[in-house]
């Protein structure tokens, strides 16, 4: 899978984002918990639902050759219990199209298995797809600028 989406924001921002754990349990649909665990890596929990099943991963995930901040390697595995397992990485680029937008590129592959595997390919990638329009459609909302948020009320 790949795709390129523009976010609302300078590169910089992005690249901050994309690094901050509170950020990304926030933007991961399912998310629910994201901790690091060192510079390069998370332990994350996700739950999501493919098809009829619903699954509660929990994941390790690297970051690998990171060139901040215009991208990295991000490269994961979730066991899923009976459910089964996936694992994948992405390759993330970033580039600056003006001050305030950045465009991400990403190329992705994943492996899965176990009984989500029988689900079939086309209803996986059906469901991946749209895990990653909520996870930019999320991000997006996050990185809104500030102009964008309700003016503080004044006193009078």
């Known amino acids: 899978m790949q795709d390129e989406q523009t976010l609302p924001a300078a590169q910089e921002a992005v ?11 926030q933007a991961v649909p399912g998310c629910t918990e994201l901790t690091r665990t060192a510079e390069d890596s998370f332990d994350a929990t996700v739950e999501i639902k493919i098809g009829p099943m619903k ?16 991208g990295y390697v991000i490269s994961g595995e979730g066991i899923g219990g009976v459910a089964g397992f996936a694992k994948g990485s992405a390759r993330i680029d970033l580039s600056s199209d003006t001050p305030a937008e950045t465009t991400m590129r990403y190329e992705a592959d994943m492996q899965i ?37 309700p003016a503080p009320a004044t006193q009078a």
């Not at 909302?141 to 964008?148: G, M, T």
């Open 55 to 70: 699954v509660r991963f929990k994941a390790k995930v690297n970051l690998l050759e990171i060139n901040a901040p215009s």
């Open 15 to 25: 690249w901050k984002a994309l690094n901050d754990p509170e950020v990304l349990r």
């Open 113 to 149: 298995g176990g009984k989500i595997a029988q689900l079939g390919a086309r209803l996986i990638d059906t469901t991946a797809r749209k895990y990653a329009e909520q996870f930019f459609a999320n991000l997006r909302a996050l990185l809104a600028p500030a102009a964008d948020a």
